[in-house]
């Protein structure tokens, strides 16, 4: 397995990460079992950086995970890095009411998290979304006291802008910056991806396939299950979804071309933007997984990069990434 660095603070982790949202919610139903056998098949590949959040499933990704590093070999426990987001609040019904970053706040979400994972530490704590109540600074001053009581390993952030990047920074050194980053959702690459890197941050890029639009499996009559987040998506909604299609069918061409598939093609093209970027691939199953590792093998050169930004502008996919009420949520499109 290839290794890459988080920032000039952080940890060397697996060049790319597994994000396990969806193997408890948000799309459509799940298999333990399946969920269970994925986890362990990444790690068997040498994937060390688990990532998950408190509210993903109301603790049930968190407990997922513990079950799965239970079942694991010692080796593979030992090896794994567990980020955890942090900070969204929940109903019963299962919506999102907002988010809290009050440093008493932080520390409360840790203590249930460390119990939920079955783990003496996290590797990596981040707020979710910035809690417009509560100055960043302050929601790290708190996760720097976790680390100092040997609670946290390291501090990253997750969808901020290039201002509360500088916050954060001056007040702990932040290992990384979680943050959806794809051909079809490139805004970080004008201010947040340059501040990130003059301070020395590294990125973990989630949404790499877009929540599988640009998977290069997507089909245009799929019907969406009640709890799939994609029926809300604005990308994912009528002529939005054709245009979105439209590029994925241009770099089928040039996928098919180099021999392999357009998810290892969207995922290597992130993979090529800088060693100080680590890709999250949301794989719920070990076919999807397999896949992605397969793009750690795929070389792009400059004629086929070129090709890549003429078959999928930047800018060129249609529709905002969250529905406008999550949209609001993100420090960093302001």
Not at 112 to 124: P, T, V
Not at 145 to 163: C, F, K, M, N, P
Not at 296 to 323: F, S
Request: hydrophobic content about 40%; glycine content about 10%.
């Amino acid at each position: 397995m290839q290794t890459r660095t988080l920032g000039t603070s952080g940890p060397q982790t697996s060049a790319l990460g597994l994000g396990c949202m969806g193997m408890s919610a948000l799309y459509g139903d799940t298999d333990r079992g399946e969920s269970l056998a994925t986890v362990h098949a990444a790690l068997d590949a040498g994937i060390t950086l688990l990532d998950t959040g408190d509210f993903y499933g109301m603790g049930h990704n968190e407990l997922l995970i513990n079950e799965a590093l239970r079942t694991a070999s010692a080796a593979a426990r030992e090896k794994a890095q567990l980020s955890v987001k942090f900070g969204a609040l929940r109903t019963v019904e299962g919506g999102f009411t907002g988010y809290d970053g009050r440093p008493q706040a932080v520390k409360n979400f840790a203590a249930y998290s460390l119990q939920r994972l079955g783990a003496d530490h996290i590797d990596i704590y981040r707020i979710a979304r910035v809690d417009p109540d509560v100055p960043i600074e302050e929601t790290v001053g708190a996760i720097a006291e976790l680390v100092e009581a040997g609670h946290v390993r390291h501090i990253g952030l997750s969808e901020v802008g290039a201002d509360t990047l500088r916050r954060a920074a001056a007040v702990a050194p932040i290992s990384d910056l979680q943050i959806e980053y794809s051909l079809v959702s490139r805004g970080i690459e004008e201010a947040i991806l340059p501040t990130a890197r003059e301070l020395g941050i590294g990125v973990t890029a989630y949404g790499v396939l877009s929540r599988g639009l640009i998977s290069g499996h997507f089909r245009r009559d799929r019907k969406l299950a009640a709890n799939d987040f994609r029926g809300m998506s604005p990308r994912f909604q009528g002529e939005n979804l054709d245009r979105n299609l439209d590029l994925v069918d241009a770099l089928r061409k040039i996928a098919e071309q180099k021999g392999v598939s357009v998810a290892q093609t969207a995922i290597a093209w992130v993979l090529s933007r800088g060693e100080d970027i680590v890709p999250l691939v949301g794989a719920r199953r070990r076919d999807r997984l397999t896949e992605a590792l397969g793009a750690l093998d795929v070389v792009l050169d400059a004629d086929d990069l070129a090709a890549i930004e003429r078959a999928v502008p930047a800018d060129a996919a249609a529709g905002d990434r969250y529905p406008s009420d999550q949209m609001a949520h993100l420090d960093s499109e302001r």
